[in-house]
């Protein structure tokens, strides 16, 4: 199988990733350094990060990485990223080709793919507005309430997994000096989740809470010196949360931070229901934190009070907190759980053997 794999990168990560290949010669070097930083890994298949000749993986709105292979492919510096992928595409002859980011190349851009593709899958699994995917041979995804809004829009959907990432088994296998970690957003669109993010940072009066937040520009700007004299105030952070902040980390750096916390809090955000089970849980429960997360509808493996904790409200979860860190022995005994449970049921193997099945049925 000749599979191209396409990763879609966040701004966020697009400028750590900037600063990490700041020095990058080409595009193989570019690539090899996001490969090497394992950002999104647990979504990619194994041939691409074993680096299967077969097997060939870009990020299609990365803008220089792009344009770095079409330099060196000869292609004119005015060539649109569709148009590079589509000359990557074919200069590869792929047979299947896999898309993490469908919603900035939706049915257009597959209509327009070469002959030599026999399969287009994709994963989604957000709400994604009017996007139009059903071009695609199916729409691959964890939460099966999004999957089903799929399949009312006319897509084939299927049930997917992301996959722990064998690096993970390096980290986390010695103090966990950090009590509560918590990496993600924080926005005043997130309103369910940012009263408990409050709630739980008061925790650093007598705990170690660490809280990574990627942070719009609108609210760096509001919490800078010259910002704090406009009229951002809506915009900015309750100083209980600043108090704990810091930049947020990706790949390799994430993995580390949360190999060095006894918890990793999680919470949704609305947008599948009661469907859990996000990337977070994967990644805190691959690198042997203690997961604790919002009560739902979970997949296999992840279940509470044996291989996760969950909670109901805020409240709720400050006291699961204080419980788990008290009981020190119990919640290890869960965390350990959770690692060994997890790194059975989603091992990279098993997710590319899904997947040759899935490409296989069309």
């Given at each position: 199988m000749?599979?191209?794999?396409?990763?879609?990168?966040?701004?966020s990560?697009l400028?750590?990733?900037?600063?990490?290949?700041?020095t990058?010669?080409?595009?193989?070097q570019?690539?090899?350094l996001?490969?090497?930083?394992?950002?999104?890994?647990?979504?990619?298949?194994?041939p691409v990060?074993?680096?299967d000749?077969?097997?060939?993986?870009t990020c299609?709105?990365?803008?220089?990485?792009?344009?770095?292979?079409?330099?060196?492919n000869?292609?004119p510096?005015a060539?649109?990223?569709?148009?590079?992928?589509?000359?990557?595409?074919e200069?590869?002859?792929?047979?299947v080709?896999?898309?993490?980011?469908?919603v900035?190349?939706?049915?257009?851009?597959?209509?327009r793919?070469?002959?030599?593709?026999?399969?287009?899958?994709?994963w989604?699994?957000?709400?994604s507005?009017?996007?139009d995917?059903?071009?695609?041979?199916?729409?691959?995804?964890?939460?099966?309430?999004?999957?089903e809004?799929?399949r009312?829009?006319g897509c084939?959907?299927?049930?997917?997994?992301?996959?722990?990432?064998?690096?993970?088994n390096?980290?986390?296998?010695?103090d966990?000096?950090?009590?509560?970690l918590?990496?993600?957003?924080y926005?005043?669109?997130?309103?369910?989740r940012?009263?408990?993010?409050?709630?739980?940072?008061?925790?650093a009066?007598?705990?170690?809470?660490?809280?990574?937040?990627?942070?719009?520009?609108l609210?760096?700007?509001?919490?800078?010196?010259?910002?704090?004299?406009l009229p951002?105030r809506?915009?900015?952070?309750p100083?209980?949360?600043?108090?704990?902040?810091?930049?947020?980390?990706?790949g390799r750096?994430?993995?580390?931070?949360i190999?060095?916390?006894?918890?990793v809090?999680?919470?949704?955000?609305?947008?599948?229901?009661?469907?859990?089970?996000?990337m977070?849980c994967?990644?805190?429960?691959?690198c042997?934190?203690l997961l604790?997360?919002?009560?739902?509808?979970?997949?296999?493996?992840m279940?509470p009070?044996?291989?996760?904790?969950?909670y109901?409200?805020?409240?709720?979860c400050?006291a699961?907190?204080r419980q788990c860190l008290?009981d020190?022995?119990?919640?290890r005994?869960?965390?350990?759980n959770?690692?060994?449970?997890?790194?059975?049921?989603?091992?990279k193997e098993?997710q590319?053997?899904?997947?040759k099945?899935?490409?296989?049925?069309?």
């Open positions: 000749r599979l191209f794999q396409n990763c879609g990168l966040t701004p990560y400028a750590h990733l900037d600063r990490l290949a700041a990058a010669s080409g595009f193989g570019r690539r090899r996001f490969l090497d930083d394992r950002f999104g890994a647990l979504h990619i298949l194994q990060l074993e680096g000749a077969d097997a060939f993986l299609g709105n990365d803008d220089t990485l792009q344009r770095q292979w079409a330099r060196e000869g292609l510096d060539t649109s990223l569709d148009d590079i992928m589509l000359q990557q595409i200069h590869h002859r792929t047979e080709f896999y898309n993490l980011d469908p900035r190349f939706p049915s257009a851009f597959v209509r793919l070469p002959g030599c593709i026999r399969t287009t899958l994709c989604r699994a957000a709400p507005g009017r996007a995917l059903t071009a695609y041979g199916a729409v691959l995804g964890n939460f099966p309430s999004i999957l809004s799929w009312h829009k084939r959907a299927e049930l997917f997994f992301p996959a722990i990432d064998p690096v993970m390096d980290v986390g296998h010695g966990r000096p950090i009590d509560v918590f990496v993600g957003g926005s005043r669109h997130h309103s369910a940012a009263k408990i993010l409050e709630q739980v940072a008061r925790l009066d007598t705990s170690q809470v660490v809280f990574c937040l990627d942070a719009s520009r609210t760096l700007l509001a919490e800078s010196p010259v910002g704090r004299l951002l809506k915009h900015r952070r100083g209980v949360i600043t108090a704990v902040a810091k930049p947020p980390v990706f750096q994430l993995y580390e931070l190999g060095q916390s006894k918890i809090l999680n919470g949704a955000i609305d947008m599948a229901g009661h469907d859990r089970g996000n977070r994967f990644e805190a429960m691959g042997g934190a604790v997360s919002d009560a739902g509808n979970y997949p296999e493996g279940v009070d044996e291989t996760i904790v969950t109901e409200t805020g409240e709720h400050l699961r907190i008290s020190t022995a119990c919640a005994e869960i965390a350990d959770g690692r060994r449970r997890i790194g059975e049921l989603y091992a098993s590319w053997a899904r997947f099945k899935l490409a296989a049925s069309f």
